[in-house]
């Protein structure tokens, strides 16, 4: 099965950074990988697909990106509404498998 | 606008069987493949199966497979998950979603305990 390793596992940060976060995948997957934003009581919404793609509704201070087998979520300034946990998705093979996620807090 | 809705819940015991639903609206249902995708409390996502828009081909992980059947009814636009034998460890809540993962139900929660 393909693993996603999600780093880091929690972080926290300002409002007005910059945040990165990770998704190492442990096989090729090319761009089929996507980003989720979840908040308890929510169901999880799709922030990014096949890599780089921003999906419906999703503000312009997120974005995806690719470095090989490395994927990552940027968000350009933080707000406060950003606060969630954040998973990673690949679809390129069954079984799918998620990420761990990695916690993004405000400090 | 797309709305996943499901549906089935509930506390069951180990060993027993439950069938979730999941009505479609919104969308041409046929036209996609379904999956659901479950979280148990204070867990991450994970995967639980996906249906071809026939139904004719089925995927599961081997923590659920040869236990819960994924199905469809084109005509009624409505996705199911029977699950059979539910251990503990089956608790979550159980998401509907159209795959691949563009949109997503409320979820609905399932508890498996005696």
């Known amino acids: 099965d393909i693993q996603l390793t999600q780093s880091p596992s929690s972080m926290s940060a300002s409002l007005g950074d910059r945040v990165s976060l990770t998704c190492q995948s442990s096989?090729?997957?090319?761009?089929?990988l996507s980003w989720y934003q979840h908040k308890p009581g929510k169901p999880p919404k799709p922030m990014i697909y096949?890599?780089?793609n921003l999906a419906d509704g999703v503000p312009s201070r997120f974005s995806g990106s690719r470095s090989g087998s490395d994927y990552s979520l940027t968000i350009s300034s933080l707000e406060s509404e950003d606060t969630a946990i954040y998973y990673c998705?690949?679809?390129?093979?069954?079984?799918?498998?998620f990420g761990a996620g990695t916690k993004l807090e405000l400090k | 606008e797309v709305q996943l809705v499901e549906s089935g819940g509930g506390l069951v015991q180990p060993g027993r069987s439950l069938k979730l639903s999941c009505a479609a609206s919104?969308?041409?249902?046929?036209?996609?493949?379904m999956a659901w995708v479950r979280q148990a409390p204070k867990k991450g996502l994970e995967w639980v199966a996906t249906?071809?828009?026939?139904?004719?081909?089925?995927y599961y992980p081997d923590s659920v497979k040869g236990r819960f059947t994924i199905s469809r009814d084109n005509a009624k636009s409505t996705l199911y998950l029977q699950m059979n034998s539910l251990r503990s460890e089956d608790t979550a809540t159980y998401y509907c979603?159209?795959?691949?993962?563009?949109?997503w139900g409320q979820g609905v929660m399932v508890t498996v305990s005696s």
């Open positions: 998705l690949q679809y390129d093979e069954y079984p799918y498998t």
């Open positions: 919104g969308f041409t249902f046929s036209n996609y493949y």
């Open positions: 979603t159209r795959d691949p993962f563009d949109y």
């Open positions: 096949y890599a780089t």
């Open positions: 096989q090729g997957i090319g761009n089929y």
């Open positions: 249906i071809s828009t026939s139904g004719s081909r089925t």
